[in-house]
């Protein structure tokens, strides 16, 4: 299948590339050289595909996510946050000694070296913990200095397994440091995400009894948030990578990136959204008309998707799930019915549905956290420790690919030539 372009009277024909689930782009590789210099502009790569991945599919119309094939709704039901991370990165869901001999690698690597402790001593307690987690997990390379050789299948496998067992353990310093709690290295008789509320929760002084329902309720949540295709902070991770980066300096880069209100951040914003919408006694059509009046700044935050013209499959998972976990816990939160009430009103309101703005994957996760008891500021290293196998599986995919360096061009609308003027001519 070709497409044919006209331009300046002349007609060029570039071949058509088809995905396994029947989407079809443009190949423009030749665009340039065909063309004598033409390039496209498309702001925001809206309509723009960067490469070819076998990890996720999205539909943003019919609102379906599929992890190498499985559907959210399957893996979030069924699967264990590890096994999902196993499947994103190698591409199959384990067996059971494979499960196992991964969860062993990981937690032989669970250490983070005492040095470390200096770096994050560094930060005042009032740092963000994005800004102390990106900044920690760039500072890991200096203790494992070996770059990943991606021609050796062991230096990858060992590279990813560090990055899986350390990362968790500076999620929980994170919190710790700003909570003032000494530091804990976890429990290796514990599960993966057992460990992680462990080390986040666990009192110098007491015993930590891992809650099933909320092991279970993260659990769910890490998987929602694991891999989402080319999204803004995995395709800075692929671009950094490309550059031959690092595995941990790209993941670095890409949390700084998921850091943003307008991407992960939104979780803490929505959670802020809300109580300032409860401190305004709760009137939602007021912050309806914000968000619709241009001159208003406001936005519905957890509201809207690039992909994303249905409802964000994800946000319904978790909004069953914010039900369901609110009860066991017997916790009652006001802001989840400001939330409900302001979904039911963007509904209904054509604003929102002539944008086809939905709830995403952040309208309702921050409420779980709440009710978890992660502060508000910990909701977005909650998000990065979900996407991380997603990120480490897209990082993988691309330089095992020899992917070419990421290096868009641009339209130049600057200044024509001119000479330098003397200061006395200024
Ligand atoms: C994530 O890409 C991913 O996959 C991301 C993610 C992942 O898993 O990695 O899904 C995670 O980042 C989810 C999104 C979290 N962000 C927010 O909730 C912030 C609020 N939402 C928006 O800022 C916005 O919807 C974006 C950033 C999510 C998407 O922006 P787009 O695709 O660039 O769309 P746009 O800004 O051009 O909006 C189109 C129209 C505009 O109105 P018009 O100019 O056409 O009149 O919709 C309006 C926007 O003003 N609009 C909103 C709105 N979102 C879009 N108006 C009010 N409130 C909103 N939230």
Redesign the pocket.
Known sequence: MKAKIEFDGKFYEFPVTKGSEDEYAIDISTLRAQTGGLITLDR?F?NTGSCESAITF?NGEEGILRYRGYSIEDLAENASFLEVAYLLIFGELPSESELNKFYDDIKAESNVDEEMHKILDGFPKSAHPMGVVSSLTNALIAFNPSSVNVESKEDMYNAIIKLLAKFPVLCAWALRKRTGQPLDYGDDSLGYVENVLKMMFKKANQNYEVDPVIASALNKLLIL?A????????STVRVVGSSHAGLFASISAGISA?W????????Q??IEMLEGIKEDGGDTKKYMQK??D?EDP???????????KNF?P?ARIIKKSADDVLGNLGVEDPILDIAKGLEKEALEDD??VK???YP????YSGIIYRALGIPTEMFTVM?ALG?LP?WIAQWREMRLGKEPIGRPRQVYTGEKLRSYKPMDQR
Request: charged letters at 25%.
């Open positions: 925001g809206k999205l948030h891999d989402h295709e080319q999204n803004c902070s995995t998921l943003g209100p307008l991407h992960g951040g939104a979780n914003a929505v968000a619709k241009k406001f936005r519905l935050m957890g509201f809207g998707h690039r992909v994303y964000d994800r604003y929102f944008r086809k703005l995403n994957v952040d309208f998000f996407r997603g």
